[in-house]
Nanobody, 122 residues
Framework: QVPLVESGGGLVRPGGSLRLSCTAS????????IGWFRQAPGKEREEISC??????????AYADSVTGRFTISRDNSKNMIYLIMTNLKPEDTAVYYC?????????????WGKGTQVTVSS
């Protein structure tokens, strides 16, 4: 069974918004840093955002390409991490993955999901 599961992808017009969700069925995420990554066809995987396990461990980080448009958040009561994406552009089209590392974004990710497709097109 895949450790993490993403949902919320789909087809959206440029300028539109989506909310991606990430959860785990077999463990709780509250002690894990969660990163969102994406990979477009023919391109390398890109880390776009990461949130540490606790706010005392630092504020969320964002890639320059999504700063000001994407917001990562977590709801530990629901065992969910979200990526709210606004003002989407065609270049945001990719498969989006969430991944987990124990506590810190700076550490290698131990668990991955299978990804969810986001397509931005008119």
């Amino acid at each position: 069974q895949v450790p993490l599961v993403e949902s919320g992808g789909g087809l959206v017009r440029p300028g539109g918004s989506l909310r991606l969700s990430c959860t785990a069925s077999e463990f709780t995420l509250d002690e894990y840093a969660i990163g969102w990554f994406r990979q477009a066809p023919g391109k390398e995987r890109e880390e776009i955002s990461c949130i540490n396990s606790d706010v005392s461990h630092g504020v969320p980080a964002y890639a320059d390409s999504v700063t000001g448009r994407f917001t990562i958040s977590r709801d530990n009561s629901k065992n969910m991490i979200y990526l709210i994406m606004t003002n989407l552009k065609p270049e945001d089209t990719a498969v989006y993955y969430c991944a987990a590392a124990f506590r810190w974004c700076r550490d290698p990710m131990d668990y991955w999901g299978k990804g969810t497709q986001v397509t931005v097109s008119s």
